[in-house]
């Protein structure tokens, strides 16, 4: 059974004052199945959800597909062999008769061999990843699949597109090898935290940049031996991360792109995640996506053990100070979206924090792919229903910044969740009727399709 965690941290400028100032949290938990053996999780503050700011819809540019760079193998020089000279014999003189002088024999230089210069091997730096079971390149390509379906998705619904920064990269790299050291060695999972619990997390992890996101971003001295310094000037950062734990059957049948993907549609599945993926506050974005193989787990009932492989996709999306955010002529938008050719997840199992708070189990009870409508002012949404392709209904949940348990919606932000999960390779339609600070209302229709059934 593939089991996952996802989690989910905003910061804005402002909470992010309050938080150097030790004056609160803003980290938040995410979509998940079951958590891993006896895992120690901080008391997880609400995600502090950043003000919305009116989208209006963003001068649309199409992304900037991050430079491919190869990894930095360092030049590996040849040792450089001297030219081997012959010694130089010298022409033999016949000695001179009568007068019998001994051949004067020259002193035989030896030949001049150079001085063997030991091969400069530059000093090898530890790779900045775990022992990854997969080449880095293969990583890279993850990264750049999930950079494109996240941009792609976003553009086509009218969200704005995403530049990618460097800044962000490193961070985003930073955390989510911190948390692939500790799956290698340890059964806690620390999610957005790099808090001190044993021996390899904490600044005992080579990758440690601090357990707040905003020390992450803008790294002091005091960080792991392999860690990458940030300097991320922002006025908003974000952070979602999907960790999924999965049999080797499973790896062994899917390929890493296709593993990273389905970790971007779990994250687009679950509510706050959603919100925190697509919102036009966010105009850059890095990625980062790798996975280890766990230590082995005995099955006792069946005297064999089975090996786990757990991967972890980090998306670090902000927006730098004095950057606007992206507008819109639409006044409402929503995802999934008609435009969109891409199909989205049919059930989520889990998200931290819970979108219905302790009402619902949603690892015993799923819920189906959910519709998020964002306005540019306070919205009403009425007279909504969802419908599968064989035009019957669905039951809906309205879930609105008065019915929040996690006090985390804005009143510019709605969702209409299903209440059981979606059928697979299913088209859907969605409408209803939206009112925007008073306004007349307007009606939406709304349509999209599931992907295919996975293999778990």
Do not use: W
């Not at 997880?44 to 989208?55: D, G, V």
């Not at 530059?122 to 990583?139: A, F, G, L, N, R």
């Amino acid at each position: 059974m593939k089991t996952s965690k996802s989690s989910l941290s905003i910061l804005s400028l402002a909470v992010s004052a309050l938080l150097l100032a030790g004056c609160g949290g803003g980290s938040g938990g995410g979509a998940s199945s079951t958590p891993v053996k006896n895992p120690v999780n901080p008391k997880q503050e609400q995600p502090s959800t950043p003000k919305q700011e009116q989208p209006s819809t963003p001068k649309q540019e199409q992304p900037s597909t991050p430079k491919q760079e190869q990894p930095s193998t360092p030049k590996q020089e040849q040792p450089s062999t001297p030219k081997q000279e012959q010694p130089s014999t010298p022409k033999q003189e016949q000695p001179s008769t009568p007068k019998q002088e001994q051949p004067s024999t020259p002193k035989q230089e030896q030949p001049s061999t150079p001085k063997q210069e030991q091969p400069s091997t530059p000093k090898q730096e530890q790779p900045s990843t775990p022992k990854q079971e997969q080449p880095s390149d293969i990583s890279k390509q993850a990264n750049l699949s999930v950079y494109n379906q996240l941009n792609l998705r976003r553009q086509a619904c009218g969200f704005g597109g995403l530049l990618p920064n460097q800044e962000l990269e490193k961070a985003a790299s930073n955390h989510a090898n911190y948390l692939l050291y500790m799956g290698q060695h340890s059964d806690v999972y620390q999610g957005h935290s790099e808090y001190k619990v044993d021996s390899y997390s904490g600044i005992d992890n080579p990758y440690y940049t601090g357990n707040q996101l905003s020390e992450r971003v803008q790294t002091g001295s005091n960080i792991g031996k392999k860690a990458l310094a940030v300097n991320y000037n922002y006025r908003q950062v974000g952070e979602d991360i999907s960790a999924f734990y999965i049999p080797h059957t499973y790896f062994e049948s899917q390929n890493d792109i296709n593993i990273a993907l389905d970790s971007l549609n779990g994250l687009l599945a679950a509510p706050y995640h959603l919100a925190s993926m697509v919102s036009p506050n966010f105009t850059e974005v890095g990625i980062s996506y790798g996975r280890i193989k766990r230590p082995g787990v005995k099955d006792y009932g069946h005297n064999f053990t089975f090996q786990i492989y757990q991967s972890v996709l980090e998306v670090m999306l902000g927006r730098a100070m004095g950057t606007p955010s992206h507008k819109s002529n639409s006044s409402v938008l929503n995802y999934p979206c008609s435009e969109m050719s891409y199909t989205t997840e049919y059930e989520l199992t889990n998200e931290s924090p819970n979108p219905f708070g302790d009402k619902r189990d949603l690892e015993k009870e799923p819920i189906g792919q959910p519709i998020y409508i964002l306005g540019n002012g306070s919205i009403r949404v009425s007279n909504y229903k969802m419908v599968d392709a064989a035009n019957q209904p669905l039951s809906l949940l309205k879930l609105t910044s008065t019915n929040d348990p996690q006090k985390i919606l804005k009143d510019n932000q709605v969702f209409l969740i299903p209440l059981k999960p979606l059928q697979p390779d299913q088209m859907y339609t969605v409408t209803y009727d939206v009112s925007v600070n008073g306004a007349k209302a307007t009606h939406k229709v709304v349509t999209f399709k599931t992907m295919p059934k996975k293999l778990m």
